[in-house]
């Protein structure tokens, strides 16, 4: 049984398909709209191989169109990866 993510009502019906052919549900209660089992199975090494191309110049739309992450996920992940860089690297400025 099927329960909505917003209000946990179990009065959910099918409303449909997405633009990517996944079924649509909608809550009767609160009208959310919300696809069942919505699992993004980004598996580790494919987050390595980003990683690794996150250090390259290559611009994020490529690496998008590369390995089939959409833009929106990317960047997320790119901010919590550069998060992580510390602040000073240790590269010491010869003219200052």
Same mark, same amino acid.
């Given at each position: 049984?099927?329960?909505?993510?917003?209000?946990? @009502?179990?009065?959910?019906?099918?409303?449909?398909?997405?633009?990517?052919?996944?079924?649509?549900?909608?809550?009767?209660?609160?009208?959310?709209?919300?696809?069942?089992?919505?699992?993004?199975?980004?598996?580790?090494?494919?987050?390595?191989?980003?990683s690794?191309l996150?250090?390259?110049?290559?611009?994020?739309?490529?690496?998008?169109? @590369?390995?089939?992450? @959409?833009?929106?996920?990317?960047? @997320?992940?790119?901010?919590?990866v550069?998060?992580?860089?510390?602040?000073?690297?240790?590269?010491?400025?010869?003219?200052?």
């Open positions: 049984m099927l329960i909505c993510p917003s209000c946990t @009502s179990g009065k959910i019906v099918k409303n449909g398909k997405t633009y990517y052919g996944k079924q649509n549900h909608k809550c009767k209660d609160c009208n959310r709209q919300f696809v069942a089992n919505n699992q993004h199975s980004i598996t580790d090494q494919r987050r390595e191989d980003v690794a996150l250090l390259e110049r290559i611009s994020l739309r490529g690496i998008c169109r @590369s390995m089939g992450v @959409s833009l929106t996920w990317l960047m @997320s992940y790119a901010v919590s550069w998060s992580e860089t510390p602040e000073d690297l240790g590269v010491g400025c010869s003219v200052c």
